[in-house]
């Protein structure tokens, strides 16, 4: 069964490609010293940069029609802090974004704090009921024409910005695990305060500016060289602090080395002659490895999240690597184990139809086939199972979705629900804790720089 699905795969997967990378932002946050997480790249996020500390366009609320809940006006927000949230309810990303909203809305409502989510003109008919489901308990607009969206800069949904007391953007597309650190600052100054947040902080003329990968050019970080970027010292990753595990998804998911205790956590091989790439192998060195479990006959384990993975690997770029592993989901029958070559014709089968759902798909994102288990079971910590027990438990399985982050040496970090907002803030940490993340990026530093300089 090996060589027949390893033949079929090698012979047709050849054809499909890796995914591009593009940048994403990290900003040092104004006001009591946080760190507040920025999206964008390039010339966008240079003009959101300019847009910080500015006077917030109150009139432009008034373009905002078809309300849910009672309508903010540019009165409404004098003096208050304000969180804006640009969403589509059809889109998987953006309602995780809008549960992130509700609470933080339930947590600083009391203190002044006020939510607005602006929806897309496209699919609006469905933002009442969506809201309705998920008690969001903030009002909802339709933003006809994307006018609002302009105006602010918003690119892909879901954004954040964030106005403070002051009546100036805050904040301007702040990443998902930033927002409630940044809606914080906002509540818990006074006006006063905000006012002179603005004065204290915002001479960018006359501060030193470090560049960063993150908020140069598109198109030069298209130009930066694969670097060969070494594993680093074992005690570097023992002593990165990284994001605390969800032991309550990894004991979901059976795995092993949670029930067994164990301080060693699994390392597993990407260079495996068991997985079969579908395109090129993508860069790997000195990105954070972030790998959702997949099978296309099991929709619970892809549907809402693939968009979401191609969206990620636009917003991070060079520090995470992408991927989706396709497991084997197969079922054999009482009357197909009386065939000795049952299971490998439904393997056969599935790749066959895995090819077909990629040609679909149009994924922005690298895709290997696990085709022997040998990946998710190293993943779990559990002996390889290969073969029909665990396609069967594959095709079973309450744990979809399931995302695993592994550092640069292959060492499993975390795992859980990529929809849960628990991913966004373990993935930020374990980029800022792994070692070869920070080689890599100093050597992206000072190419740029030396490009610039010539």
Excluded: C
């Excluded at 593009?22 to 010293?33: I, M, N, V």
């Excluded at 949670?258 to 956590?265: A, I, K, V, W």
Aim: aromatic fraction near 8%.
């Amino acid at each position: 069964m090996r060589q027949i699905t390893r033949g079929i795969l090698v012979a047709t997967l050849a054809t499909f490609v890796g995914s591009p990378i593009a940048a994403t932002a990290l900003a040092q946050g104004a006001g009591q010293g946080n760190q507040i997480l920025r999206e964008g790249s390039g010339e966008r996020r240079q003009a959101l940069d300019a847009m910080e500390f500015q006077p917030f366009d109150r009139t432009i609320l008034a373009g905002l029609t078809d309300w849910v809940g009672n309508p903010v006006s540019a009165a409404d927000i004098d003096g208050k802090p304000l969180l804006i949230l640009t969403w589509a309810s059809w889109h998987s990303g953006s309602t995780a974004s809008a549960r992130a909203a509700k609470l933080i809305h339930d947590t600083y409502a009391g203190n002044g704090l006020i939510v607005i989510g602006v929806h897309s003109d496209d699919g609006y008919d469905t933002a009442a009921t969506t809201a309705e489901r998920f008690r969001l308990g903030f009002p909802i607009a339709r933003d006809a024409g994307s006018k609002f969206r302009q105006a602010i800069k918003a690119d892909m949904d879901p954004n954040f910005y964030v106005v403070d007391r002051a009546g100036n953007l805050r904040f301007a597309d702040v990443e998902r695990a930033s927002v409630r650190d940044a809606a914080r600052i906002v509540t818990e100054e006074t006006r006063e305060q905000a006012e002179r947040a603005k004065s204290a902080t915002l001479d960018k003329a006359n501060q030193p500016v470090t560049r960063t990968i993150e908020v140069v050019a598109e198109g030069d970080v298209a130009k930066i060289p694969e670097w060969s970027i070494p594993v680093q010292p074992p005690i570097a990753y023992e002593d990165a602090g990284w994001p605390a595990r969800w032991r309550e998804y990894e004991e979901l998911a059976g795995a092993e080395f949670t029930r067994r205790g164990s301080r060693q956590l699994p390392v597993v091989d990407f260079n495996s002659q068991l997985i079969t790439w579908t395109g090129e192998k993508p860069p790997m060195d000195g990105r954070i490895r972030v790998v959702y479990f997949w099978a296309h006959n099991r929709p619970v384990s892809y549907e809402r999240v693939q968009t979401y993975m191609d969206e990620l690997q636009r917003r991070y770029g060079r520090d995470i690597v992408v991927i989706g592993a396709s497991v084997p989901a197969i079922r054999l029958t009482s009357n197909d184990r009386n065939n000795p070559d049952a299971e490998a014709q439904a393997m056969e089968r599935f790749a066959t139809t895995l090819l077909t759902t990629l040609s679909r798909a149009n994924l922005k994102h690298a895709i290997l086939f696990d085709r022997e288990w040998e990946l998710l079971t190293t993943t779990l910590g559990k002996a390889s199972a290969w073969g029909t027990q665990m396609g069967e438990e594959v095709a079973t399985a309450e744990y979809f979705p399931l995302v695993v982050i592994y550092s640069t040496d292959n060492m499993v970090r975390w795992m859980g629900n990529p929809l849960n907002d628990r991913f966004a803030v373990a993935l930020n940490r374990a980029i800022d804790a792994d070692p070869a993340v920070r080689v890599r990026r100093e050597r992206d530093e000072q190419y740029l720089a030396r490009i610039r300089n010539r």
